[in-house]
């Protein structure tokens, strides 16, 4: 039998340009989930340059690396400054469901009641403003 040589898969190889990278990045978000995301990010950052992304980001390499790194969970500001590094912005969009699922146009969105909060006092008012 010969032996097959096979050499490593590595995403990064092949993170060239924006659309590429945005596609990636999508992908990952339609799983809805944070470790694949954060996965893909750090591909991304390898694609790009880890240097250039943890300057842009206002991180040093190794914290970079830790925040990268497997089980990570990092804060969402980190996560929206390496975005903005890499250049990518997230967007919004509703989700696709079943037909049978979606209300009517005419149908008015349901949504949770308002907390009414009570009245404060304006601290530091003296005695000659009351009156």
């Given at each position: 039998?010969?032996?097959?040589?096979?050499?490593?898969?590595?995403?990064?190889?092949?993170?060239r340009d924006d659309e590429s990278i945005a596609a990636y990045l999508n992908a990952?978000?339609?799983?809805?989930?944070?470790?694949?995301?954060?996965?893909?990010?750090?591909?991304?950052?390898?694609?790009?340059?880890?240097?250039?992304?943890?300057?842009?980001?206002?991180?040093?390499?190794?914290?970079?690396?830790?925040?990268?790194?497997?089980?990570?969970?990092?804060?969402?500001?980190?996560?929206?400054?390496?975005?903005?590094?890499?250049?990518?912005?997230?967007?919004?969009?509703?989700?696709?469901?079943?037909?049978?699922?979606?209300?009517?146009?005419?149908?008015?969105?349901?949504r949770a009641p308002r907390k009414r909060r009570s009245a404060e006092p304006i601290?530091?008012?003296?005695?000659?403003?009351?009156?």
């Open positions: 039998m010969r032996k097959v040589n096979v050499s490593r898969f590595d995403v990064s190889d092949y993170l990952a978000l339609e799983e809805g989930d944070a470790d694949l995301l954060m996965a893909a990010i750090s591909d991304i950052a390898k694609a790009v340059g880890v240097a250039h992304v943890a300057d842009a980001a206002g991180l040093g390499r190794e914290s970079l690396y830790k925040t990268l790194a497997a089980g990570s969970k990092p804060r969402m500001d980190t996560v929206f400054k390496l975005l903005d590094a890499l250049n990518i912005r997230l967007i919004a969009s509703p989700q696709q469901t079943d037909s049978t699922d979606v209300k009517s146009s005419d149908e008015p969105l349901k601290i530091g008012a003296s005695q000659s403003d009351k009156a």
